[in-house]
Structures are given as C-alpha cells and as structure tokens.
C-alpha cells in the first residue's frame, strides 16, 4: 500500500510557474516508477510526466521543456516544477506510484488564466 498526498495547486497566470509535491508513504527508491498525471475537463487522463526508481525522467511531448520532475528521497516526495504555464495545463493533477499495483493521490487543481 502506498499513501500519496498532493500540494501545491493553484491559480496562476500564463507564463508563470508553479510546483506540485506528492508526499509518499513509503521510501520513493522501492517504487518502480513516480509520476504525474492530469486530466481536463472533457478529457482521459493523460500522462505528464515521470521517473523512475533509478532517476530516469520521461516527459509528454506537450510539456517537454517547461515541467521537471525531481524527488527527493529524504521526503519521500516527488515534485512537479512547471514553467510557462499555458491555458491548456489547466487541469487536476494526480501524482501516481506504480508499485507493482497503482496508486493515486486525491488530485489538485492548476489553473492557468489567459
């Protein structure tokens, strides 16, 4: 079982920044793979971003060069970084862990205005 707690949400306007925190239940080195997901109104959840066990980084094109995800493994928390934010980011944000079985947070809401 893996506890994940999201922050960091909010409203910003395009061109700003924000960064999202998924606090986990359990040292962030025995899950597989961390990541971040986002699902807009009308929309399936899409994937955003993730990493793996072993640090490696995988972006969705749409994001490629504005978001980063980091960990740290002393807070068992991965973090979202997002740069120039556009409308289009607007979204709830839902940190996964994927542990052999799949785990989800509550999800926070971003807003980007125009």
């Known amino acids: 079982q893996v506890q994940l707690v999201e922050s960091g949400g909010g409203l910003v306007q395009a061109g700003g920044s924000l960064r999202l925190s998924c606090a986990t239940s359990?040292?962030?080195?025995?899950?597989?793979?961390m990541g971040w997901y986002r699902r807009s109104p009308g929309k399936q959840r899409e994937l955003v971003a993730t990493?793996?066990?072993?640090?490696?980084?995988n972006y969705a094109d749409s994001v490629k060069g504005r978001f980063t995800i980091s960990r740290d493994g002393a807070k068992n928390t991965v973090y979202l970084q997002m740069n120039s934010l556009k409308p289009e980011d607007t979204a709830v944000y839902f940190c996964?862990?994927?542990?052999?079985?799949?785990?989800w947070g509550q999800g926070t809401q971003v807003t980007v205005s125009s």
């Open positions: 996964n862990a994927n542990a052999g079985l799949r785990f």
């Open positions: 990493i793996t066990s072993g640090g490696s980084p």
């Open positions: 359990r040292s962030i080195f025995s899950i597989d793979t």
